[in-house]
């Protein structure tokens, strides 16, 4: 489904992504329209795309893991989400998409993908730590994401295994119904459904991957080849990417909740285009990003590795760095840095 960009008014951008150079350039970009597209829909309603030159068209999925193929065939310019096995493969039959920039960090404090546990499981004592997880089912949105590596690591530091829970791979905005039911006994899910379990009294926010995974990069901005080629055009979009970042981030407190000094602005932006309630929005846990976009390339590694030990890589071998591509942050810093921007 196409959703039409918002327009605005503001200074035109100059150095290396100029307005001049994107002027009248359409770009594709693919949101999942959840709260971790929020700098997305930032930039385009205050209108630091508009301003940078370029047109932008938002084509929404139910699944990040869905961009892979329309990037890959150029249908697509930009995309994000989570790191998959999935996405690796691609690249290993050489689809050339690059990482970009941060889109979410599991930062202290901004635990937004808790282990969330069946409340009857707490309150009646059978599960009281991770530990006793043993043998019990955990929902996963899909198979070889970098949710499992997340789970894994916490399971690890309980001297378990990946292998000693059941997987159930049930898509987060269906947890609700599968912990309701009873079909599920535990789940890592993303906010706003997090909370909404717990407004549902349906599961308990158990525990927090941060302290076992701290900055686990879950989420993150992708390129399509198209900005190989025309570099000017994707430091447009990554300087109004970027300015979308900043405004998130003024909006939030350091507990990653909606109460900062725009927060009333981005809250307006973010539940009109996502349709979460405003309530519910104001209070999740949200995700960190880190505000000059840097990725976290040891935490890439590491959920690689996991991708890798678990048999889930095909074809040839993938590198992190080689698929890291951190020109256009660090283009757009400068641009974000010149006097007037």
């Known amino acids: ?5 918002c ?11 100029d307005a001049t150079t994107c002027e009248g350039q359409t770009v594709n970009i693919g949101v999942v329209t959840s709260a971790s597209d929020a700098p997305f829909f930032i930039a385009d309603a205050k209108g630091y795309f508009k301003d940078a030159g370029v047109d932008v068209n938002f ?12 990037l890959g065939s150029g249908a697509l310019d930009v995309g994000g989400g989570a790191p998959s096995a999935g996405f690796y493969n691609a690249v290993s039959r050489d689809v050339n998409i690059k990482i970009v920039a941060d889109k979410g960090t599991m930062a202290e404090g901004f635990a937004y993908m808790p282990l969330m ?14 530990a006793d997880l043993r043998g019990l089912s955990v929902a996963e949105p899909a198979q070889s994401t970098a949710t499992a590596s997340t789970l894994s690591t916490m399971l690890a530091a309980e001297d378990l295994t990946y292998d000693d829970v059941s997987h159930e791979y049930i898509g987060f905005g269906e947890h609700l119904a599968a912990f309701s039911n009873g079909g599920i006994d535990a789940a890592l899910t993303t906010e706003p459904n997090a909370t909404r379990l717990e407004n549902e009294g349906v599961a308990v926010r158990f525990a927090d991957p941060t302290v076992s995974y701290p900055d686990q990069q879950l989420a993150v901005v992708l390129y399509a080849d198209r900005f190989s080629q025309n570099k000017e055009l994707g430091t447009c979009v990554m300087t109004a990417y970027l300015k979308g970042v900043r405004d998130y981030a003024a909006a939030m407190d350091e507990d990653g909740r ?12 973010v539940t009109e285009a996502t349709g979460v309630e405003e309530d519910l929005y104001r209070k999740i846990v949200l995700n960190y990003i880190h505000p000059d976009g840097k990725v976290n390339k040891e935490s890439l590694q590491k959920d690689l590795d996991f991708f890798t030990n678990q048999g889930a890589l095909e074809g040839a071998e993938v590198e992190v760095e080689s698929i890291i591509d951190d020109s256009f942050v660090k283009s757009a810093g400068t641009e974000l840095e010149a006097p007037g921007s």
């Open 59 to 70: 084509e929404s999925f139910d699944s990040a893991a869905k961009m892979i193929a329309p």
């Open 1 to 5: 489904m196409a959703l039409a960009a």
């Open 258 to 269: 909606m109460s900062g000094s725009k927060a009333d602005e981005v809250v307006k932006i």
């Open 117 to 130: 546990v069946r409340k009857d499981l707490v309150d009646n004592g059978t599960v009281k730590s991770v």
């Open 7 to 17: 327009g605005g008014t503001g200074q035109a951008s100059s150095a290396n992504g």
